[in-house]
C-alpha cells in the first residue's frame, strides 16, 4: 500500500504515526513545505510573549521520521493532484508521487489583506516557525505595535507584544475581540481587562496603507487618520491551504469536504485538520473548525481508515481555554447562537468578583458554554456538548460550579 500525506502539521503526523501503528510495511511518504521539526503552532504565541523560549516548539524529535519509516520530503510545495492517474505533483518532478491512499493536511494560511506598502519590514504574519522568529528579531527595537484583527491569532498576538512592554494598538472589526469563541459579556470583560493593561483598541476601522524607509514606520487608516507604529502584525483569520486541490474532482466549500470517515467525495483521498470541512458537533451543519485537538483528532481518524480500520467520528466541536493576565476564558460549541436558533440561554455574571457563565441548551442537550474566571468543571461541561449527553439535572444547577456530578452521570 502507497500512502501519501501532505502537510507535516499536528494532523499529518498523527496520521502517519496511526497509519504506522496499523501498517508497518506500507510505504508512507509526507510532504511539507517547512523543514522545522513537526511543532505546536498555539506555543508560537507563547513564544511572542516570553513565556516558552523557541526551543520548546517542536512536538516530535527530528529522527521521527526515520524511526517510523516515513521518507518525508520537505522544504516543497505540492503543486496539485491527479486524482485520475492518482498521483501528487511537485515542481520538478516530473512522475510525480503516487498513491493507493491520500491525505490532504495541509493546514490554512492567514487570509491575506490588501493595502499598499505591504512589503516594508517589519509586517508579518503570525502562523509559522518562520514567522515568529522573524518576529523575535525585530522586538528589540519594537516601542510601537499595530495588530489587525481582532480574532483568536490577532487577539493573542496584541496579548504577546502588550506583555513585552510594547505599546500596542489594535483594530477590530466587531465591538470586541474573539467574537467568533466569546459571546459580548464575556468580549467585553476581556477588552476591559487588555485596556486596563494598556491595549489602545480601536473597533471599526481597518489599515488601508503602510509607510516607512525600509521598514514599517506608521500606517494610514481607513477613515484617513495616521498612526505611528514600528511592527505591524495581521492576524484577520485564517483560510485552508487548498490551492492545490482540483476542485471539480475533489468537493471543497470553505475546506474540502469529508464525511465521518475523513474520507472526501473521492474515495481513498482524505483531509484532516484545519484543512478539512466536517459536520461541527453543537450548530449540526458544516463547519471548519481550525483548533488543535481536533486536527489531532482527525488525523488520527484518518490515518487509521486510511490504514484500513473503519472510524467514525461524530462531527468536530470548538473549544478553547484562554488565559489573559490573571483572567481565565473557557469556551466550547456554539457560544452565541442567534435568537432564531430557539436555544435556552443561562446566565451568571458577578460583575464585583468579574466572573461569568453561560449555557446554551437546546432542551436538555447542551450545545454550548463560556466561563471567566469560574472555569471549574468546564471540561465535564464540553464533553457533555462533544458527546451529546442528555442533561439529567437543571441547566441552573449546572451554572454553578459546585454542580453535583455523580447525578450528572448517573
Ligand atoms: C498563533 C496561533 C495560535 C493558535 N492558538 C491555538 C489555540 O490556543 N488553541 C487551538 O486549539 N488552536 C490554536 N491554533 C490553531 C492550531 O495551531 C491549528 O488548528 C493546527 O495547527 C492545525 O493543524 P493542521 O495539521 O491542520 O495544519 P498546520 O499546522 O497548518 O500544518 C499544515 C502543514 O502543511 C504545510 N503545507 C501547506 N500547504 C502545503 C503544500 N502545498 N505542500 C506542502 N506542504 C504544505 C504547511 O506549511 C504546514 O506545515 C493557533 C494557531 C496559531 C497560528
Given at each position: 500500500?502507497k500512502?501519501?500525506?501532505?502537510g507535516?502539521?499536528?494532523?499529518?503526523?498523527?496520521?502517519?504515526?496511526?497509519?504506522?501503528h496499523l501498517?508497518a510495511?506500507?510505504?508512507?511518504t509526507l510532504i511539507?513545505?517547512?523543514?522545522?521539526p513537526?511543532?505546536?503552532r498555539?506555543m508560537i504565541s507563547m513564544?511572542?510573549?516570553g513565556?516558552?523560549?523557541p526551543?520548546?516548539?517542536p512536538?516530535?524529535?527530528t529522527?521521527?521520521y526515520r524511526?517510523?519509516g516515513?521518507?518525508?520530503i520537505?522544504?516543497?510545495?505540492?503543486?496539485?493532484?491527479?486524482?485520475?492517474a492518482?498521483v501528487?505533483?511537485?515542481p520538478?518532478?516530473e512522475?510525480?508521487?503516487?498513491f493507493?491512499r491520500l491525505?490532504?493536511a495541509?493546514?490554512?494560511?492567514?487570509?491575506?489583506?490588501?493595502a499598499d506598502g505591504?512589503?516594508?519590514?517589519?509586517?508579518?504574519?503570525m502562523r509559522?516557525?518562520?514567522?515568529i522568529?522573524e518576529?523575535l528579531?525585530?522586538?528589540p527595537?519594537v516601542?510601537?505595535?499595530l495588530?489587525?484583527?481582532g480574532?483568536?491569532?490577532?487577539?493573542?498576538?496584541?496579548?504577546?507584544?502588550?506583555?513585552r512592554?510594547?505599546r500596542?494598538?489594535?483594530?477590530?472589526?466587531?465591538?470586541?475581540p474573539?467574537?467568533m469563541q466569546?459571546?459580548?459579556?464575556?468580549?467585553e470583560?476581556?477588552?476591559?481587562?487588555l485596556?486596563?493593561?494598556?491595549?489602545?483598541?480601536?473597533v471599526?476601522?481597518s489599515?488601508?496603507?503602510?509607510?516607512g524607509?525600509g521598514?514599517?514606520?506608521g500606517?494610514r487608516?481607513?477613515?484617513?487618520?495616521e498612526?505611528?507604529?514600528?511592527?505591524v502584525v495581521?492576524?484577520k483569520g485564517v483560510?485552508?491551504?487548498?490551492?492545490?486541490v482540483?476542485?471539480?474532482?475533489i468537493d471543497?466549500?470553505?475546506?474540502?469536504?469529508?464525511?465521518?470517515?475523513?474520507?472526501t467525495?473521492?474515495?481513498g483521498?482524505y483531509a484532516a485538520g484545519?484543512?478539512?470541512?466536517?459536520?461541527?458537533?453543537?450548530r449540526?451543519t458544516r463547519?471548519?473548525n481550525?483548533i488543535?485537538p481536533?486536527?489531532?483528532a482527525?488525523?488520527?481518524?484518518?490515518?487509521?481508515?486510511m490504514?484500513g480500520?473503519?472510524?467514525?467520528?461524530k462531527g468536530?466541536?470548538?473549544?478553547?481555554v484562554?488565559?489573559?493576565?490573571?483572567?481565565d476564558v473557557?469556551?466550547?460549541?456554539?457560544?452565541?447562537?442567534p435568537?432564531s436558533?430557539g436555544?435556552?440561554i443561562?446566565?451568571?455574571?458577578?460583575?464585583?468578583?468579574?466572573t461569568y457563565?453561560?449555557l446554551v441548551l437546546?432542551?436538555?442537550?447542551?450545545v454550548?458554554?463560556?466561563m471567566v474566571?469560574?472555569?471549574?468543571?468546564?471540561?465535564?461541561?464540553?464533553?457533555?456538548?462533544?458527546?451529546e449527553?442528555p442533561?439529567?439535572?437543571?441547566g441552573?444547577?449546572?451554572?454553578s460550579?459546585?454542580?453535583?456530578?455523580?447525578?450528572?452521570?448517573n
Amino acid at each position: 500500500m502507497k500512502y501519501v500525506i501532505i502537510g507535516n502539521g499536528v494532523a499529518g503526523i498523527h496520521a502517519a504515526e496511526a497509519i504506522r501503528h496499523l501498517d508497518a510495511e506500507g510505504r508512507l511518504t509526507l510532504i511539507g513545505d517547512e523543514t522545522f521539526p513537526p511543532y505546536c503552532r498555539p506555543m508560537i504565541s507563547m513564544v511572542l510573549e516570553g513565556a516558552t523560549p523557541p526551543e520548546r516548539l517542536p512536538i516530535r524529535s527530528t529522527d521521527f521520521y526515520r524511526r517510523l519509516g516515513i521518507t518525508p520530503i520537505l522544504g516543497r510545495r505540492v503543486s496539485g493532484i491527479d486524482v485520475e492517474a492518482r498521483v501528487v505533483r511537485l515542481p520538478g518532478l516530473e512522475d510525480g508521487i503516487p498513491f493507493d491512499r491520500l491525505l490532504i493536511a495541509s493546514g490554512a494560511d492567514p487570509r491575506p489583506i490588501t493595502a499598499d506598502g505591504l512589503h516594508l519590514a517589519h509586517i508579518f504574519y503570525m502562523r509559522t516557525e518562520r514567522h515568529i522568529r522573524e518576529m523575535l528579531d525585530a522586538i528589540p527595537t519594537v516601542k510601537t505595535a499595530l495588530v489587525l484583527g481582532g480574532g483568536l491569532v490577532g487577539f493573542k498576538a496584541a496579548y504577546g507584544l502588550l506583555r513585552r512592554g510594547i505599546r500596542v494598538t489594535q483594530l477590530i472589526r466587531s465591538a470586541y475581540p474573539l467574537s467568533m469563541q466569546v459571546d459580548r459579556t464575556a468580549g467585553e470583560m476581556i477588552l476591559n481587562e487588555l485596556v486596563r493593561k494598556g491595549l489602545d483598541v480601536r473597533v471599526g476601522l481597518s489599515a488601508a496603507a503602510f509607510h516607512g524607509n525600509g521598514r514599517v514606520e506608521g500606517a494610514r487608516l481607513s477613515d484617513g487618520s495616521e498612526i505611528a507604529c514600528d511592527m505591524v502584525v495581521i492576524g484577520k483569520g485564517v483560510l485552508p491551504a487548498l490551492s492545490f486541490v482540483p476542485r471539480d474532482r475533489i468537493d471543497v466549500d470553505l475546506g474540502v469536504l469529508v464525511n465521518a470517515h475523513m474520507e472526501t467525495s473521492v474515495p481513498g483521498i482524505y483531509a484532516a485538520g484545519d484543512a478539512a470541512e466536517f459536520v461541527d458537533i453543537a450548530r449540526k451543519t458544516r463547519w471548519v473548525n481550525a483548533i488543535w485537538p481536533e486536527a489531532a483528532a482527525q488525523g488520527r481518524a484518518a490515518g487509521m481508515n486510511m490504514a484500513g480500520r473503519p472510524v467514525a467520528l461524530k462531527g468536530s466541536l470548538s473549544r478553547n481555554v484562554i488565559r489573559i493576565f490573571d483572567m481565565d476564558v473557557m469556551t466550547g460549541g456554539w457560544v452565541d447562537p442567534p435568537e432564531s436558533a430557539g436555544f435556552e440561554i443561562l446566565s451568571r455574571h458577578d460583575r464585583r468578583r468579574k466572573t461569568y457563565r453561560k449555557l446554551v441548551l437546546d432542551g436538555r442537550r447542551l450545545v454550548g458554554m463560556a466561563m471567566v474566571n469560574d472555569i471549574a468543571q468546564g471540561g465535564l461541561l464540553i464533553s457533555l456538548i462533544q458527546n451529546e449527553v442528555p442533561l439529567r439535572i437543571s441547566g441552573n444547577a449546572l451554572l454553578s460550579s459546585g454542580f453535583n456530578y455523580r447525578q450528572l452521570l448517573n
